[in-house]
Every structure is written in C-alpha cells, then in structure tokens.
C-alpha cells in the first residue's frame, strides 16, 4: 500500500457518459497529480493541484476536469467519454517541498464501451 | 522539456548487478534526476532521486555523471521482483512543478 488511495479500481461504462475517479492523497502530501496512460501513449500528465488551487495543466482534454477538496482529496472527472479514453488513471501526490519522490496510487481502470 | 534517452530494454540474471543508464545531454542546473518504476498492472514506484552526488538507498544506488549529462540506476542483487519498466526522468522545480515527463522507459527483464 502506498498510501495513495485511488476508487474505483476498475470502471466500465458507455460512450457518452460522465465518471468521477477519486483520489486521496498520502497523509500530509498536499499536492496531488493526475495521469493518464494508455497503450499507445504511456504515462500523460493531466493536472496537478496544489492545497486546494490548480497548479500547473498538462495535456488534458476540455472533457476532463479536476478539482482538490478542503480534505485534499481530489476527483478527476470525465465527461462525454470517448472509446479513447479507455486508460489507467493514475493520481500522484507529493510533499510540500521539492524534491521529494512522487508517491502513485494503483490506479483506476477506466473501459468505455 | 528537457528529455531522457534510455535503452528499450535490458536483460539480467538473478542475483547479478545491473546497470541501466540514462542519457540527459540537455539537463539543466536546476533538473532532479529520478528514477520510477512500474511492474505490470501497476502504478509507477519511486526508486531514487538525486541532483548531483551519487545516492544510495535501500532499493538501489544512482550515480551521475561529472558534467550530469548521464546516469545511471544500480541494482545491486537483481531479483524476479525487479523485472519492470524502469522510467528516468528530469524533474525541473521539484515537486512544485508537478510535472514528470514520462518516456518508453527500458524493459528490465531478470532471467532465473
């Protein structure tokens, strides 16, 4: 157990729909980042948030967002999904200060049919 | 963004050293080098980090290179275990950054 929690683990649902993946976040972490991997494009990065703020963006599709509760928890949702989207979903969280190792969550996996 | 080159793959026997090494010719004076790892089905493991000394920890030992431009990870007594893709990455500003370029990695498969 790495600390990182990630719900669900596994995901199906239709083209179209909207899913939320949660995240929380190593005790004290309070940055938390979101990745995307799929078999033809390895590890994406989607967003980081950072004690509640958004804080930097990566390659993530306007279909997608992000939000980190007071608790830091954090829900990456996805909406309109495409066949493409069918991924691992990865959530990462950090220490406050640099450069502490990054800490990964199992994953949620996501099949849109 | 400063990127990494690595070999695709490698190959180990049980028990015996390896080196992987880990191109960065472009790093910065500001780039953490760290090492991640990811056995199948699951979500990357942090290995080691360093800046510019080497580093050693439980899981392995990361020696860099005078001018930085190169790296790499020891594993000092492989094992079935540590056959998985092994990721080096430039971490510019730490973690406040927050963004860590994956690329392909090296395949590291440990032979019994």
Not at chain 1, 12 to 29: E, F, H, K, W
Not at chain 1, 45 to 52: A, E, R, V
Request: contains cysteine; glycine residues 8%; hydrophobic residues 30%.
């Amino acid at each position: 157990d790495s600390g990182v929690t990630q719900t669900p683990k596994h995901l199906i649902t239709a083209t179209g729909q909207r899913v939320t993946l949660r995240c929380s976040p190593r005790s004290g972490d309070l940055s938390v980042y979101w990745y995307q991997q799929s078999l033809d494009q390895g590890l994406q990065f989607l967003i980081q948030y950072y004690n509640g703020e958004e804080r930097a963006k990566g390659n993530i599709l306007e279909r997608f967002s992000a939000q980190q509760f007071p608790d830091l928890h954090s829900e990456l949702n996805l909406s309109s999904l495409e066949l493409g989207d069918s991924a691992l979903y990865f959530c990462a969280s950090s220490a406050r200060d640099p450069p502490y190792g990054y800490t990964f969550g199992s994953g949620t996996r996501l099949t849109v049919v | 963004d400063a990127k990494t080159t690595q070999p695709n793959s490698m190959e180990s026997n049980e028990e015996e050293p390896v080196h992987l090494p880990c191109n960065h010719s472009t790093i910065s004076g500001t780039d953490y080098i760290h090492w991640y790892r990811q056995l199948p089905s699951q979500g990357p493991e942090y290995v080691i980090h360093g800046l510019t000394s080497n580093v050693n920890n439980r899981m392995a030992s990361l020696a860099i290179a005078e001018d930085r431009k190169s790296s790499t990870l020891i594993l000092h007594r492989a094992t079935l275990r540590d056959a998985a893709v092994y990721y080096c990455i430039l971490d510019s500003y730490g973690g406040s950054q927050g963004n860590l370029i994956f690329g392909k990695g090296t395949k590291l498969s440990v032979k019994p």
